[in-house]
């Protein structure tokens, strides 16, 4: 499916899969803290422009623990769908859910890459979705086997995104009045220098 050069909050759900420390504890593909500050942010950010957002766990009750706290508190109204599959398009509810929302254009992250990732993102591809993939907050186990995915996912057609690059597609324009101020938060909280420098703007630049 085509998909358009910029998304608007309207075109698209967000996905995260397998946000839970027992995958994290196995992440090397990048920071660890990391990884959470930017699916935090993009749980945020999907918070802030009100898009549907389908949360899914696996392995919960034995290895994989729950939604990680700090997700947890930013979507406290989403119930993760738990799966048996890697695959989250092969679980009936989890894929349910999505379609459910209406939107052709997912927008991906989670934990591991190689596969509760790729997996669904390669199966949403084929059944006519666009998807992007929020390549800063997914964590494969090895920098090589996490690329490896991205490059894969790409080749079937996925579009490779981050957290920020997506939340400033949402917002446009910093004179939206109605998320600026919870785009700006996030940016200060999880944007390293560049949230730095918000927070000098604002108290240099006089009304």
Not at 79 to 106: C, F, H, Q, S, Y
Not at 170 to 183: I, K, N, S, V
Request: with cysteine.
């Amino acid at each position: 499916m085509a998909e358009k050069t910029l998304l608007t909050p309207a075109d698209c759900t967000v996905v995260l899969v397998d946000e839970q420390a027992g995958l994290a504890f196995a992440a090397g593909s990048a920071d660890r803290q990391s990884l959470r500050s930017n699916a935090v942010a993009l749980a945020r950010t999907a918070v802030a422009f009100e898009i549907p957002t389908v949360v899914s766990t696996s392995a919960s009750k034995v290895y994989s623990g729950p939604l990680m706290p700090p997700l947890r508190a930013v979507l406290p109204n989403v119930t993760p769908i738990e799966r048996r599959t890697m695959n989250l398009w092969e679980d009936d509810a989890a894929k349910a859910a999505v379609v459910a929302t209406g939107r052709k254009t997912l927008v991906v992250a989670g934990l591991l890459t190689e596969a509760c990732v790729s997996f669904p993102v390669l199966a949403a591809l084929a059944d006519g979705y666009a998807v992007r993939v929020v390549a800063d907050a997914c964590g494969g186990l090895t920098p090589a086997s996490h690329d490896a995915a991205l490059r894969r996912m790409e080749q079937a057609g996925a579009v490779m995104t981050s957290w920020l690059q997506f939340l400033l597609e949402m917002q446009r324009d910093w004179t939206r009045h109605d998320t600026y101020e919870a785009a700006r938060s996030i940016v200060v909280d999880h944007g390293g220098g560049y949230g730095i420098g918000l927070d000098y703007a604002r108290d240099m630049i006089k009304p």
